[in-house]
């Protein structure tokens, strides 16, 4: 998935170093917490040589997943532990694994809402696996973070929007789309990006490639704004005007991160 997806081309790519690309295909898995992982993987890597990292992207969950940490770690979830409680509670109702709870961590059973059989199954798993029905502290990047955010008017933004449809059409999405549809199902969940469902019904015939590129404008230009509505609870974060002396604004507020050491702490740390 390399067109309506803007992977950076082959001479991007030589120009500077990317990673996280090309991790999975299209009908695997992969959650934030996957994402989180093959990050800070990178990040690391990156920081042991000496490195600054930048993390691009615009999907908020990620971002925050990569930098602030997941709300609830995924270690202490287990598929075959939950199948087991939720057949014990379809079969035996909720009393028993609320009596369970209580006896592996009664603090952590007062602190959750009792009544609701999906938090008790979670919390139990969470204390069987790990010995307390407590979520852990979410951990995020361990060394020092800057956030920059790009903001267009929202005209600009449109025809942005339009001019990059317009482009990926050009550069061979649908052919791209042709050949994914020979190998996969077209409701997968990564089909679901920007482009890719509208390239389908129009090789399907049941649009036109106007109607196609008009529906793409609309559907990225509602993510939009969620993206806006996302970024404004995220706390910290620089707000740029996009466009022409971006990115001079941007070196200026990353040049002392440019120029700092990683913390002795931190160096090699995995």
Known sequence: MDVATAKPTPAERAAAPHHCLDLVDPDEPFSAADYRAAALDALHGIADRGGTALLVGGTGLYLRTVARGLPVDVRDADPMVRASLEERLAGDGLEPLLDELRTRDPAGAVAIDQHNPRRVVRALERAIISGTARP????????PVTWLGLRMEPPAHRARI????????????????????????????????????????????????????????????????????????????????????????????????????????YAGRR
């Open 162 to 265: 339009r001019a990059r449809i317009e482009a990926h059409f050009a550069g061979g999405l649908l052919e791209e789309a042709a050949s994914l549809r020979e190998r996969y199902p077209e409701d997968l969940r990564a089909f679901s990006a920007m482009g890719y469902r509208e390239a389908f019904d129009v090789l399907a015939g049941r649009c036109s490639m106007e109607e196609a590129a008009e529906r793409d404008a609309v559907r990225t230009w509602a993510y939009v704004r969620r993206q806006r509505t996302w970024f404004r609870s995220e706390p910290g974060v620089t707000w740029l005007a996009a466009g022409e002396g971006a990115g001079a604004a941007a070196r200026a507020r990353i040049q002392p991160w440019l120029q700092a050491t990683p913390p002795a702490d």
């Open 136 to 143: 852990p502290e979410p951990e995020g990047y361990p060394a």
